[in-house]
Nanobody, 127 residues
């Protein structure tokens, strides 16, 4: 099993940038498709972005497309979410998740059904 720890959250202003990192330990992260999810205050958790095992393909939710970039470094066992042009509606707890099945990462409504997920990191965007 792989263990995931997110970092990089914080308080920023609207229009700022922030980079989240997910450090994986345990099993080799290259065996897993990786994704980021978020849960805004008082709302359900939602899909943000995902990257395939090799990093060759990515997928984004419509709400972040063009502003966020997901990438991975399998040699360092890390996954990064670069967030630009942040908006107040991006305020949420962001979770990193992993699964050996790409289709599960991009279709699940419940990250607890995936192979692994982290504890989350809070991003707050003020207007």
């Amino acid at each position: 099993q792989v263990q995931l720890v997110e970092s990089g959250g914080g308080l920023v202003h609207s229009g700022d940038s922030l980079q989240l990192s997910c450090a994986a330990s345990g099993r080799t992260v290259s065996n897993y498709a990786m994704g980021w999810f978020r849960q805004p205050p008082g709302k359900e958790r939602e899909f943000v972005a995902a990257v395939t095992r090799s990093g060759s393909s990515t997928l984004y939710s419509d709400s972040v497309k063009g502003r966020f970039t997901i990438s991975r470094d399998n040699a360092k066992n890390t996954v990064t979410l670069q967030m630009n042009s942040l908006k107040p509606e991006d305020t949420a707890v962001y979770y990193c998740a992993a699964d050996q099945a790409w289709v599960k990462i991009v279709t699940t409504r419940d990250i607890t059904a995936l192979d692994a997920w982290g504890q989350g990191t809070l991003v707050t965007v003020s207007s």
